[in-house]
């Protein structure tokens, strides 16, 4: 048997030695193969030839895209605006393993930009058609959908990807994503973190005509929290303006949602992602804008306003979703050295982009070795946990805190407390030694907080 093809009575290419319906199998493989050939062309010029820009370490082989398809697991945070085009751009990368998370039901204001999603698909999963759609689109790929809050799911099910793709549009979303990627993070003794415990994220944003890409490896460069200056704080109104003369639709519904809700529902806590609650938010503020001629107060607009969402526009998503999946793919395969680290898009005047290193903070109470904490070693445990609570960068992320010390409990909550609550009382110097790193848990927290501990006037005296 030479192995060269022939052609039968039919005029079809077989083997000589194969019987007929072995031919036709072999001859489907055959057309399967040259299909795959040719639809993964491209990546495969990536990925199986050498350049001068490819990332350190980078050795040109078929391998490499067998291993997208059949081995690399991504994470997908969200299946909105952002999401949709994320799904897409991996899938089409050649990525053959994705999960989607999305707690949120399809909405007809959705329909202009989440390409996916039908007037047909309304009230369901946007995680569950989304997958759906984009199995029925592209050939071999599996996409997983889970229909929940992010915060349900266990640190492991977050342990099991390479890559998390962020299509979120809000920052406690992201700070929560973030934190669970620093809680994997290890420090040897030495301070210098354990590149087997990175969790690697790429985070995409986008508001109206401006976007951001940026790649986010705890430990290694900026976490989120790192940059949170980045964000400029959210439009506030004055309180008098929305009591007394309201002006505005927006005025009429943060009225409700700040004053009136607190007022007449001041026990419950506000959910914006409870659909009574903004119905509720809803049908008041359009009462208040009648009492004082006010038009414009929509469902949409109620949204908008309560959540502080600025309007998408599908092609700032298609544009950072590109860019995004890019840097997924090259994370995934060094076919190419990455951005370093954050790249911004606006769209305003033009098309512009610009990319620029941020720097870790290295007092980052989330991704850094230990957060300087400065006390005087007279201070008692109870009051340095206090301290701790009401300090303006920590507070925000304690409630409860344990506080350990080595292999020593200090001070634990629960089943220890009575064991441990005679230390509160106990002077800190007598408890740790100057510049020592205490541990501190709470249950905001996914890991626990690294403090390094210096004494004040110690300090002093030294000097």
């Given at each position: 048997?030479?192995?060269?093809?022939?052609?039968?009575?039919?005029?079809?290419?077989?083997?000589?030695?194969?019987?007929?319906?072995?031919?036709?199998?072999?001859?489907?493989?055959?057309?399967?193969?040259?299909?795959?050939?040719?639809?993964?062309?491209?990546?495969?010029?990536?990925?199986?030839?050498?350049?001068?820009?490819?990332?350190?370490?980078?050795?040109?082989?078929?391998?490499?895209?067998?291993?997208?398809?059949?081995?690399?697991?991504?994470?997908?945070?969200?299946?909105?605006?952002?999401?949709?085009?994320?799904?897409?751009?991996?899938?089409?990368?050649?990525?053959?393993?994705?999960?989607?998370?999305?707690?949120?039901?399809?909405?007809?204001?959705?329909?202009?930009?989440?390409?996916?999603?039908?007037?047909?698909?309304?009230?369901?999963?946007?995680?569950?058609?989304?997958?759906?759609?984009?199995?029925?689109?592209?050939?071999?790929?599996?996409?997983?959908?889970?229909?929940?809050?992010?915060?349900?799911?266990?640190?492991?099910?977050?342990?099991?990807?390479?890559?998390?793709?962020?299509?979120?549009?809000?920052?406690?979303?992201?700070?929560?994503?973030?934190?669970?990627?620093?809680?994997?993070?290890?420090?040897?003794?030495?301070?210098?973190?354990?590149?087997?415990?990175?969790?690697?994220?790429?985070?995409?944003?986008?508001?109206?005509?401006?976007?951001?890409?940026?790649?986010?490896?705890?430990?290694?460069?900026?976490?989120?929290?790192?940059?949170?200056?980045?964000?400029?704080?959210?439009?506030?109104?004055?309180?008098?303006?929305?009591?007394?003369?309201?002006?505005?639709?927006?005025?009429?519904?943060?009225?409700?949602?700040?004053?009136q809700w607190q007022q007449e529902r001041?026990?419950?806590?506000?959910?914006?992602?409870?659909?009574?609650?903004?119905?509720?938010?809803?049908?008041?503020?359009?009462?208040?804008?009648?009492?004082?001629?006010?038009?414009?107060?929509?469902?949409?607009?109620?949204?908008?306003?309560?959540?502080?969402i600025i309007p998408a526009i599908a092609?700032?998503?298609?544009?950072?979703?590109?860019?995004?999946?890019?840097?997924?793919?090259?994370?995934?395969?060094?076919?190419?050295?990455?951005?370093?680290?954050?790249?911004?898009?606006?769209?305003?005047?033009?098309?512009?982009?610009?990319?620029?290193?941020?720097?870790?903070?290295?007092?980052?109470?989330?991704?850094?070795?230990?957060?300087?904490?400065?006390?005087?070693?007279t201070d008692t445990l109870e009051k340095?946990?206090?301290?701790?609570?009401?300090?303006?960068?920590?507070?925000?992320?304690?409630?409860?805190?344990?506080?350990?010390?080595?292999?020593?409990?200090?001070?634990?909550?629960?089943?220890?407390?009575?064991?441990?609550?005679?230390?509160?009382?106990?002077?800190?110097?007598?408890?740790?030694?100057?510049?020592?790193?205490?541990?501190?848990?709470?249950?905001?927290?996914?890991?626990?907080?690294?403090?390094?501990?210096?004494?004040?006037?110690?300090?002093?005296?030294?000097?």
């Amino acid at each position: 048997m030479n192995g060269k093809l022939s052609r039968g009575s039919c005029g079809k290419l077989k083997r000589p030695s194969c019987q007929p319906e072995e031919q036709e199998c072999w001859l489907g493989n055959q057309r399967r193969n040259m299909h795959d050939l040719e639809r993964w062309s491209d990546i495969r010029k990536l990925l199986e030839r050498p350049g001068k820009i490819t990332g350190a370490g980078f050795e040109p082989d078929p391998a490499i895209l067998e291993f997208l398809q059949d081995d690399a697991r991504v994470l997908v945070v969200g299946a909105g605006g952002l999401g949709c085009e994320l799904l897409k751009d991996l899938a089409l990368s050649g990525i053959g393993n994705i999960d989607v998370i999305d707690m949120d039901t399809i909405d007809v204001s959705n329909l202009n930009r989440q390409f996916l999603f039908r007037m047909k698909d309304v009230g369901k999963s946007k995680a569950g058609i989304a997958a759906e759609r984009i199995m029925a689109r592209i050939e071999g790929v599996k996409v997983t959908p889970h229909f929940c809050r992010i915060e349900e799911k266990p640190l492991e099910f977050f342990q099991d990807f390479h890559i998390w793709v962020l299509g979120l549009d809000s920052l406690d979303a992201r700070r929560y994503m973030n934190q669970i990627a620093c809680s994997f993070l290890e420090y040897d003794d030495d301070g210098a973190p354990d590149p087997a415990t990175f969790k690697v994220m790429v985070d995409g944003g986008t508001e109206g005509l401006k976007g951001h890409a940026r790649v986010i490896i705890p430990g290694l460069t900026p976490c989120f929290d790192c940059t949170l200056w980045l964000f400029p704080p959210q439009t506030k109104f004055p309180l008098c303006t929305l009591a007394e003369t309201p002006r505005s639709p927006a005025h009429c519904i943060e009225y409700v949602h700040l004053i009136q809700w607190q007022q007449e529902r001041g026990a419950e806590e506000f959910d914006a992602d409870e659909e009574d609650h903004m119905r509720w938010v809803y049908d008041r503020a359009l009462q208040r804008a009648e009492q004082f001629g006010i038009q414009g107060v929509t469902w949409q607009l109620t949204g908008g306003v309560v959540k502080n969402i600025i309007p998408a526009i599908a092609s700032t998503n298609a544009i950072i979703a590109a860019a995004c999946a890019l840097e997924a793919l090259k994370l995934l395969t060094v076919c190419s050295s990455g951005i370093e680290n954050y790249m911004m898009y606006t769209g305003m005047e033009g098309v512009y982009t610009h990319t620029v290193k941020y720097e870790k903070d290295p007092a980052c109470p989330m991704c850094s070795a230990s957060v300087p904490f400065e006390v005087a070693s007279t201070d008692t445990l109870e009051k340095v946990i206090d301290a701790l609570k009401s300090d303006r960068t920590l507070g925000k992320n304690l409630e409860a805190p344990s506080v350990s010390y080595g292999a020593i409990n200090l001070y634990m909550r629960g089943v220890l407390e009575e064991e441990t609550k005679g230390n509160l009382s106990k002077a800190i110097g007598e408890l740790v030694d100057d510049g020592g790193v205490v541990f501190v848990n709470d249950k905001r927290l996914m890991g626990p907080l690294r403090i390094k501990l210096h004494f004040a006037d110690q300090a002093t005296m030294q000097h």
